[in-house]
């Protein structure tokens, strides 16, 4: 919510009162947002980025109402961008697909890929997964931490972030061969699986 925050609503509506703001400006700023984005790449924000400003909005105009500065929330009469949850297949990569993916990858970049497609690990989960959290004989991944905004956190989103999932048994060769690859310091059970 703070890099929501800091990122797309104080930089467009830092200076505006919020008695000054209607729904039909919201409107056009969700437009801006998905066309061209903020300000230094003007690119286009995806669709899941633009629902996340406007529930973050939504939830300060809900404290607003509730400390009686303002009577009504603009941000519930705009309709938010619908996310899709999952990829579609035409979107997702083959199996064809990622064997010729994984021949031109190498080193850290392979078991990031290979993690992620086997397990559907987040990448700042990827990133926070440390060798204790990796049973290669029982062939199991415990994710309980995340890599985000250049720190671990030693907890997901959610409870539901917290889980265990199973690993094929060529992603076990391939960690235990990355395991061995790695200097003895970057073996150790606190250390990260890809530092």
Known sequence: YESTLTLYILPR???????DIRAGMLET?????????????????????VRKA???????????????????NPASFVKKPSVRTRKGSDERLTPEQLAVLFTHCTGRTRIV??????TGMREGEIFG????????????????RQYTHGEIVEH?????????IGIDSKLAAELSAWKLQQKAERREDDSLVVA
């Open 113 to 118: 890929v290979r993690i992620a497609a086997s």
């Open 13 to 19: 509506w830092g200076a505006v009162k919020l008695t």
């Open 54 to 72: 406007l529930l973050v909005l939504g939830i300060l105009y809900r404290y607003a109402m509730r400390d009686h500065i303002v009577t009504v």
């Open 156 to 164: 997901g989103k959610t409870d539901a972030a917290s889980r265990d």
């Open 29 to 49: 700023w969700r437009n801006e947002l998905l066309e061209t984005g903020v300000e230094p790449d003007w690119k286009p924000l995806g669709p899941s980025t």
């Open 129 to 144: 997964l440390r060798w204790r959290d990796v049973d290669l004989k029982g062939r199991l991944m415990h994710v309980c």
